[in-house]
């Protein structure tokens, strides 16, 4: 059994003016990563430059980092960045600048590679990155994951290194800036990788306790995701949703994700669907095809997020995220792209042939006939 987790994180209000001593240990040049808007909007940005004026660090800012990064939007910024000649890299915002600036990180660090080495087995170090996250989702800030899109692929898939962040800064005052859709998507992703954690086929007992105990957080979440206030949710709300989405971080930093996440690429690049929804999408029937192997395990999972039966689970998930249209040739083809993932099919515990895969579809979505 091994546990790993190499990240420096704190989570606390005011984490980044708190730990600046921790920040500008990281490196003497920056080169920050960040989306278009949204971390100039929830102060993360300027608490982050505050720390770098203050100690006269020289940054350049590249905040052009769009939703599913693509492999091309991060071999442009990495271009950047190394004319810059910075030595380390801050993410900024969601899990897209998060992954973005891992990704950054490596090519930076191998002036001789280009963006073709993301997905070839080599040995590469990267530069040091510290993420400051602000949605509560993706838990990258202690994954050593980096997701891209790979637009000549058509889909999305993660780069083949481990880049864990040196140093995570985790505060759950920018949350007060998101939407209540944007809280419920990312809230549900984090669920998504309680779950698949959980049910993994390489689950052991260290990873069990972060799922375990994230499910038993996120359940008491819902009557506030739940809620029909278009405010955002209090600051402890928020705070806790910030942990559960490290702590899914955790557990999927030590077993990877599952179906879930696999199916969801698809329906992410095709149809434009936010990330947590698309994973949100097929956890109850993911649940139903667990429970007909194991029906002690899903009911165990049941009850840690508080819900008595798998219906009562199907029917919360589906008030929070809605639904999504496809066609019966989509189904076809998704269910044909997954079967050809042999490295995800083998992350669950049983063997699932294309009948099973194409099931959790049709139960997860609406098919409409041609
Ligand atoms: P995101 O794609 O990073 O951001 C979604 C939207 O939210 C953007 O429009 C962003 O605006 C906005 N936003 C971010 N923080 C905000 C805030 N505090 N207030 C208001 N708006 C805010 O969303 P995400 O769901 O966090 O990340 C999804 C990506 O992470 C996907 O590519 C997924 O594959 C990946 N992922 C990675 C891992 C991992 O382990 N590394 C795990 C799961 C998923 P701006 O663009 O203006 O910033
Ligand atoms: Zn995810």
């Known amino acids: 059994m091994r546990f790993f987790t190499p990240t420096d994180v704190y989570l606390e209000e005011n984490c980044v003016a708190n730990h600046k001593k921790e ?3 990281c490196g003497s040049k920056a080169f920050i990563v960040t989306g ?12 982050v430059t505050s720390v770098l004026d203050e100690a006269d660090v020289p940054y350049r800012i590249f905040n052009d980092i769009e939703e599913n990064p693509s492999v091309e939007t991060v071999a442009k910024a990495a271009a950047i960045g190394k004319e810059f000649q910075a030595d380390f890299v801050i993410g900024i915002g969601g899990g897209s600048p998060l992954d ?20 070839q087995p080599k040995d590469l170090k990267n530069l040091p990155v510290v993420a400051v996250p602000t949605t509560c989702g993706t838990g990258s800030e202690v994954t050593p994951n980096a997701v891209l899109t790979r637009h000549a692929q058509k ?25 209540r859709k944007l809280l419920i998507h990312t809230a549900v992703d984090a669920l998504a990788h309680c779950l698949e954690s959980r049910l993994h086929k390489n689950s052991n007992c260290y990873n069990r306790m972060f ?20 405010a ?12 559960i989405s490290t702590v899914a971080g955790m557990a999927i930093a030590q077993t ?91 992350t669950y515990p049983f063997a699932i042939d294309r009948e099973g895969i194409a099931a959790i ?8 006939g041609e």
């Open 100 to 119: 973005a600036a891992k990704a950054i990180a490596l090519l930076m660090a191998n002036p001789e590679e280009n963006e073709d080495c993301f997905y």
């Open 155 to 179: 889909t999305k898939k993660s780069i083949s290194y481990r880049i864990f962040p040196e140093l995570a800064l985790v505060d759950g005052k920018y949350l007060s800036f998101a939407s």
């Open 256 to 346: 990877g994700t599952s179906l879930p996440h696999a199916l969801s690429y698809e329906i992410t690049y095709n149809h434009g669907t936010a990330h947590g929804m698309a994973c949100g999408l097929f956890l109850a029937s993911y649940l139903e095809d667990y429970a007909s192997h194991d029906k002690e395990e899903t009911e165990q999972v049941l009850t840690l997020l508080g819900f008595s039966s798998l219906e009562a689970f199907r029917s919360c998930i589906s008030s929070l995220i809605g639904t999504v249209s496809i066609s019966e040739a989509e189904l076809n083809l998704y269910a044909d792209n997954v079967m050809n993932n042999p490295s995800k099919l083998s």
């Open 232 to 243: 955002s949710p209090d600051a402890k709300t928020c705070e806790k949703l910030m942990l």
């Open 211 to 230: 799922s375990e105990y994230g499910l038993r957080l996120w359940g008491e979440t819902v009557p506030a995701l739940l809620s029909d206030e278009q």
């Open 23 to 25: 920040l500008l240990a």
């Open 361 to 368: 579809l049709r139960n997860s979505l609406e098919v409409k």
């Open 36 to 47: 278009k808007n949204s971390s100039r909007i929830n102060g993360s940005l300027s608490d």
